[in-house]
């Protein structure tokens, strides 16, 4: 079989290669450099540690390396799809457009479909059924990445691979400190890769700038403080309010005024609702039941999170209605809400958060 392992140089794609060695596979490594600058230099993904990472482990196993660029896709798609979203006021998830446009996307035309699979190190697992494919979760249930990859379609799940899905995080950090990887001890990555060192709020202030707008205690219209925009504030958000007599959370933003609404205390309850309602959701392999009617127990994540919460699923028109058993907080318009079945096991697919 013919495989393309997308390596990083982290830890948990590096240990992929070496599974994939072990299981009798030659893969070819590829690199894919997505950060970028733009006309003044400005956005900088450091990319120079890993590709000598990557190089090491290519070398190590034996394997062809190829150093291939999607910058100007990652701009097109992800960047801009991350700058119109909080423009609009909406809270973006760049990893899973990344994962859907990018990596399992631009990628696949540009040089995958010269594989039979694509393999990576992603904390996930797939599933056969019959002749279908379905997204799995992982071992490692607190490492678990399925919710990133919620947006991605039948056709790439079929071809996809991942060697350490069954591994929990410590197996695999054990793995390569026994294959005296130069990873073994390297720190996960955090954060949107096209930023490099650049923080969120400079980047979102370069493309969209400054405007004072007030800062309103929702339950009672009065006016608290100041902010420099709305765009650099998010549903649920605490921290960064500049406040006092708090804590304060950001409930409800109203763009067309430029207006944040807060609400205080540690538990406030205009933090929390129990529906979500789901615009262009669609299931990532199939509808599991068949023809779906009246309503579906299920569990979800509207975030990256270790814990599943428990619900119902209903369609209604247009849209999927997913009504909570208990309270959820910080849902947040332009986030996904992706969908499990009642064991935790599939990932069954996912939409965009939309008002009420």
């Not at 958000?237 to 804590?247: H, I, Y």
Request: charged letters at 25%; hydrophobic letters at 35%; one cysteine or more.
């Amino acid at each position: 079989m013919n495989i393309a392992a997308l390596v990083s140089g982290g830890v948990d794609s590096s240990v992929c290669v070496k599974m994939l060695k072990d299981a009798g596979y030659e893969p070819t490594i590829f690199y894919i450099k997505i950060g970028m600058e733009d006309s003044e230099g400005y956005i900088d993904c450091p990319a120079q540690e890993d590709i000598e990472i990557t190089t090491y482990i290519a070398r190590k196993y034996g394997c062809k390396l190829e150093i291939v660029s999607l910058q100007e896709d990652y701009w097109e798609s992800v960047v801009s799809y991350t700058i119109e979203a909080v423009r609009r006021g909406l809270t973006p998830n760049p990893d899973m457009m990344c994962n859907k446009l990018i990596k399992f996307g631009s990628f696949e035309r540009k040089w995958g479909h010269q594989f039979d699979k694509i393999a990576t190190g992603h904390y996930c697992t797939t599933t056969q059924i019959g002749e279908k494919t379905f997204l799995s979760t992982a071992a490692d249930k607190a490492k678990d990445q399925t919710y990133f990859l919620g947006q991605i379609n039948y056709v790439q799940v079929s071809r996809l691979m991942f060697p350490i899905g069954h591994l929990l995080k410590s197996e695999v950090r054990s793995i390569a400190r026994q294959s005296d990887m130069p990873s073994a001890e390297r720190k996960d990555s955090q954060g949107i890769c096209f930023l490099g060192k650049i923080n969120y709020n400079d980047f979102i202030r370069r493309y969209l700038g400054e405007k004072k707008g007030k800062i309103v205690e929702l339950e009672t219209g009065r006016i608290i403080g100041e902010h420099n925009g709305y765009w650099f504030h998010t549903i649920g958000q605490r921290k960064g309010l500049g406040l006092s007599g708090g804590p304060w959370f950001v409930v409800k933003k109203d763009m067309d005024e430029n207006v944040l609404y807060v609400s205080q205390g540690y538990d406030p309850q205009t933090q929390y609702g129990t529906t979500i309602n789901l615009s262009a959701f669609a299931f990532i392999t199939e509808d599991v039941w068949g023809d779906f009617k009246d309503e579906k127990d299920i569990l979800f994540k509207i975030r990256h999170t270790p814990d599943f919460t428990r619900g119902k699923l209903k369609k209604i028109n247009d849209i999927y209605r997913i009504e909570s058993e208990k309270k959820i907080q910080g849902i947040a318009a332009g986030q996904f809400g992706v969908i499990y079945d009642k064991e935790a096991k599939l990932c069954l697919g996912s939409g965009v958060i939309i008002e009420d």
